[in-house]
């Protein structure tokens, strides 16, 4: 890139590092320090919150110092590489647990609270991670670029001249991307229509039960919304590199990759805004936690209609209706 234009990537590449880093430290720092977020879900929101962590303080830096082509160790730069494309499969995998978490809470309603236990969210969590893991440093067993120069010890490090772009498109892609995006659409498209049906076949229910499904259906469209984001953020890039791939490289200008790659990095930054704007129980959280840094004590109190329904359940112990209104934001 020009010099010019090269001094504005970096710049915004660091405010979005910056957002990242501050806003899903809050996050995880919400819901350490919130009893009412100790749950199963939320557990998976930490999950997604660390990955997008990582995009600030490790990926975004990392990515920058490859912009300037430091020479390095052959197998140095793929490591760099393949930590690069970790925070995206965790998120992947964070993303799909949490609609299989919202699925099963739908699915099977008297199950969920038994098969659903904070320490299992907790070891999903870390399968997650493994898996994750052990997905992004494949190249290092074999599916990578060879060096071009195989007389010098060193190479200037770039992500495209040790990541393949069979690997990129291929396997994170179709694999590792779009196929559980697709899943995750179908498991979020059931449980609207469950409990759209479960509201509109069952008139006679009491007003708290339906306004526990509205509820549930405010939590559900709340995180799709995050995952929708992340559809939103990250196909530009996915795409520019499908058509690099099975055309030239040359039909995608340099420009529009920078562009996909920024876009990409912002969906991290955008994550604590969603929760605070769509989630009621990380936005009071995110307010306690703002007021004791500034030296405020915390007097707030929760409204009366949390106070008498936090507790409730819903009457129909046979149907969807019936979800302990703790697990709801």
Same mark, same amino acid.
């Given at each position: 890139m020009a010099d010019a234009a090269?001094?504005?990537?970096t710049a915004v590449e660091v405010l979005i590092a910056l957002c990242c880093?501050?806003?899903?430290? $809050?996050?995880?720092?919400?819901?350490r320090s919130t009893k009412s977020l100790q749950q199963p879900t939320f557990s998976f929101v930490v999950s997604l919150a660390v990955a997008d962590f990582m995009v600030g303080c490790v990926s975004i830096p990392l990515a920058l110092v490859m912009e300037n082509?430091?020479?390095?160790? !052959?197998?140095?730069? $793929?490591?760099?590489s393949c930590l690069l494309i970790l925070p995206t499969l965790a998120s992947v995998l964070s993303l799909l647990a949490i609609a299989f978490d919202r699925f099963l809470r739908v699915y099977s309603p008297l199950r969920y609270r038994r098969i659903v236990t904070q320490n299992r969210s907790w070891l999903v969590v870390a399968v997650s991670w493994i898996v994750a893991v052990a997905l992004s440093f494949t190249p290092l067993f074999g599916w990578h670029k060879q060096p071009a120069s195989t007389n010098s010890s060193t190479l200037a490090c770039e992500f495209v001249a @040790?990541?393949?772009?069979? #690997? $990129?498109? #291929? !396997?994170?892609? !179709?694999? +590792?991307?779009?196929?559980?995006?697709? @899943?995750?659409?179908?498991?979020?498209?059931?449980? !609207? +229509?469950?409990?759209q049906s479960s509201l509109r076949?069952?008139?006679?229910?009491? +007003?708290?039960?339906?306004?526990?499904?509205r509820k549930e259906r405010h939590l559900a469209g709340s995180l799709s919304l995050v995952l929708a984001l992340f559809a939103l953020f990250w196909l530009p890039l996915n795409i520019m590199n499908c058509i690099a791939y099975f055309g030239e490289p040359s039909d995608v200008p340099k420009l529009a990759f920078y562009v996909g790659i920024l876009l990409s990095h912002a969906n991290s930054a955008v994550n604590p805004l969603v929760y605070a704007l769509k989630i009621p129980k990380i936005k009071?959280?995110?307010l306690r936690i703002w007021m004791q840094v500034g030296g405020c004590r915390w007097n707030a109190q929760r409204p009366q209609m949390s106070q008498t329904t936090d507790n409730l359940t819903y009457s129909n112990p046979n149907s969807v209706d019936k979800i302990d209104m703790n697990e709801n934001p």
């Open positions: 090269n001094v504005v990537y880093v501050f806003g899903n430290a $809050l996050v995880i720092h919400a819901v082509r430091l020479r390095t160790p !052959f197998h140095t730069c $793929l490591s760099i @040790v990541i393949p772009s069979t #690997y $990129l498109v #291929y !396997f994170i892609f !179709f694999l +590792c991307n779009l196929m559980p995006l697709l @899943v995750m659409a179908v498991l979020y498209g059931y449980i !609207f +229509c469950a409990i076949d069952k008139p006679g229910s009491s +007003c708290q039960s339906r306004a526990d499904l009071t959280a995110y």
